[in-house]
């Protein structure tokens, strides 16, 4: 599965982007797809995700009632609406594919990553 990060870029505190992940290779259809981000000098930490079947979401505390995630199976593609957005969500957002059973939290439950997208809020 390769994976395709985009829609980031640099937008004003209480503003919205909306992230999308597209695949090529395989359907997304049996796969967990989580984001995540990443700031210089610190560790990978988790985002959002939702279950293969597009029933269950997860969101970080930090995240949760701003953020969005959703997928579209038909398109082989998942979506981050971000919105109300703060300088501390700045990072590079990263998009994965899970296959197999794992928290959907932890980055090592992902086998595929794509490779990233600016987000700068500024305040």
């Known amino acids: 599965v390769q994976l395709q990060a985009s829609g980031g870029g640099l937008v004003q505190a209480g503003g919205s982007l909306r992230l999308s992940c597209a695949a090529s290779g395989r359907t997304l259809y049996s796969y967990g797809m989580g984001w995540f981000r990443q700031v210089p000098g610190k560790e990978r930490e988790f985002v959002s995700a939702?279950?293969?079947?597009?029933?269950?979401?997860y969101y970080a505390d930090s995240v949760k009632g701003r953020f969005t995630i959703s997928r579209d199976n038909a398109k082989n593609t998942v979506y981050l609406q971000m919105n109300s957005l703060k300088p501390e969500d700045t990072a590079i957002y990263y998009c994965?594919?899970?296959?197999?059973?794992?928290?959907?939290?932890?980055?090592?439950?992902?086998?595929?990553w794509g490779q990233g997208t600016q987000v700068t809020v500024s305040s």
């Open positions: 939702i279950a293969w079947m597009g029933g269950s979401t």
């Open positions: 994965a594919a899970k296959r197999y059973s794992g928290s959907y939290d932890y980055t090592g439950s992902y086998g595929y």
